[in-house]
């Protein structure tokens, strides 16, 4: 029930643009996306509840496919800051104590 | 700031022994949970809680035991059954349902068994 996340690792220079993707088997309530740094805290980027959806801003944004199995995350123009570990989280219903899935992570690594 | 309190940020156990990790919130939430972090692993769900007094196991709560006698604080008791307890440990709360905030995190306690 793991969400599976692509790729496992990207290394890009300053200003290039990069996909990654989170699938599921099942259709979810929701999708989460968090970065992390390393040795610190994930921190929460953004949430996803309805097929079709698109959500962020210029720099950091999310999609999330109509059939509600698929999310990317897509960073444009990026900068040294978003360096980290990149996960999808997944909810099967609503409330979903047991039933929230990380990925495994994607790392992204930006250089100059 | 409202935020998620850990400690220690680092814990040395020998074998054998049991040792609690502290987390604390004043996000007034309800659900909190523990993660364990492996290397290329992401994050395994422990245990979860989301009303005072009552929890549930997650996917790898063998050798782990927790309490939730009031809604701040949510402390992870690592047992000396627990075989390979060396990891990253991640707490965190959210409202009851998931959605709308997500999940907030404390930064984490390392803990090596020596």
């Known amino acids: 029930q793991q969400p599976v996340q692509s790729p496992q690792a990207v290394i890009l220079r300053e200003g290039e643009d990069a996909v990654i993707n989170c699938s599921s088997s099942?259709?979810?309530?929701?999708v989460h996306w968090y970065r992390q740094k390393h040795g610190e805290a994930p921190v929460f980027l953004m949430i996803?509840?309805?097929?079709?959806e698109q959500k962020g801003h210029e720099k950091i944004s999310a999609s999330f496919n109509e059939k509600k199995q698929q999310s990317s995350l897509y960073l444009t123009a990026s900068q040294l800051s978003y360096s980290g570990t990149y996960f999808c989280g997944t909810a099967l219903f609503s409330n979903t104590g047991n039933q929230f899935y990380f990925g495994t992570g994607t790392s992204l690594t930006v250089i100059p | 700031d409202g935020g998620i309190t850990q400690s220690p940020k680092y814990l040395f156990r020998k074998e054998g022994q049991n040792v609690t990790l502290s987390c604390e919130q004043n996000l007034n939430h309800d659900a909190m949970y523990w993660y364990r972090q492996d290397p290329g692993q992401g994050l395994r769900l422990i245990y979860y809680s989301q009303i005072v007094n009552d929890f549930q196991k997650g996917d790898i709560a063998e050798g782990y035991s927790v309490s939730r006698e009031k809604k701040e604080s949510f402390p992870l008791t690592v047992t000396s059954a627990q075989k390979n307890p060396t990891a990253f440990y991640l707490c965190?709360?959210?409202?009851?349902?998931?959605?709308?905030?997500?999940?907030?995190f404390g930064s984490g306690t390392r803990l090596t068994v020596v």
């Open positions: 996803l509840l309805k097929g079709g």
């Open positions: 965190a709360s959210s409202t009851p349902r998931t959605g709308g905030n997500g999940y907030t």
């Open positions: 099942k259709a979810l309530y929701s």
